[in-house]
């Protein structure tokens, strides 16, 4: 069974274009996350949710909009796409913290290409 | 604030030699340290974590690091280098923000073994 998974794998879109980005993890974590890795593989989160409330917002264009149904998923929307967005895209989970040292489970990515 | 410093962005060992990668961080508060690998096209995979308690950590695959507070750096090490090993390998360091814990990644050293 998958800890936690992304779909698609793949994005490959125009610039202008709306897409989303869904995770879904089956750890029973309550906290997620969402982070981007450039092409310098150089990683930076985006945002973590904890139980479907935001608590982590870095700085992030609000073209970005994440949003968690329940706290099994979290998804993220990013509107009107630019080149710079290309990237992979990672979730990941982990419980409160405290409870686990912190440790955070990552899903396999999706990597967005913008054309 | 926290930030974590990796010192050279490839290393290239021989089979069966030492393994150093290097990781410097910097916190203000007790830190979570973790080294996390990455394969070609994949996701981020945990090869160690410390939190409290002893200071030389072993993780799988062989890897161990330590943690030196005087000098504030988690060194990985691995005594034998294996082929299998040729990764991207990502410190990081978190503090808890009570409900998530925000991890804040170095910019990576990619290993590569030869024979």
């Known amino acids: 069974d998958t800890a936690v998974s992304q779909t698609p794998k793949y994005l490959v879109t125009q610039m202008g274009n709306d897409k989303s980005i869904k995770c879904e993890q089956n750890l029973g974590h309550d906290t997620m996350y969402w982070y981007k890795q450039d092409s310098k593989k150089f990683l930076k989160i985006m945002f973590s949710y904890n139980n479907k409330e935001l608590i982590i917002n870095e700085t992030v264009p609000n073209r970005f909009s994440p949003k968690s149904p329940d706290k099994a998923h979290l998804n993220l929307h990013i509107n009107s796409l630019e080149l710079g967005d290309s990237a992979v895209y990672f979730c990941?989970?982990?419980?409160?913290?405290?409870?686990?040292?912190?440790?955070?489970?990552f899903g396999p990515g999706t990597r967005l290409t913008v054309t | 604030a926290q930030s974590v410093t990796q010192l050279g962005s490839h290393v290239s060992v021989s089979e069966g030699a030492l393994v150093l990668l290097r990781c410097n961080y910097s916190s203000s508060v007790p830190p979570y340290l973790f080294w996390y690998v990455q394969y070609p096209n994949q996701g981020l995979q945990l090869l160690l974590k410390y939190t409290t308690g002893a200071t030389l950590v072993k993780g799988i695959n062989g890897f161990e690091a330590e943690f030196k507070k005087s000098e504030t750096s988690f060194h990985l090490t691995k005594p034998s280098a294996h082929m299998s090993d040729a990764a991207e390998y990502f410190c990081?360091?978190?503090?808890?923000?009570?409900?998530?814990?925000?991890?804040?990644f170095g910019t990576g050293t990619r290993l590569q073994v030869t024979l």
């Open positions: 990941a989970s982990s419980q409160s913290a405290g409870t686990s040292g912190g440790r955070q489970y």
């Open positions: 990081a360091v978190s503090g808890d923000t009570g409900t998530a814990s925000k991890l804040t």
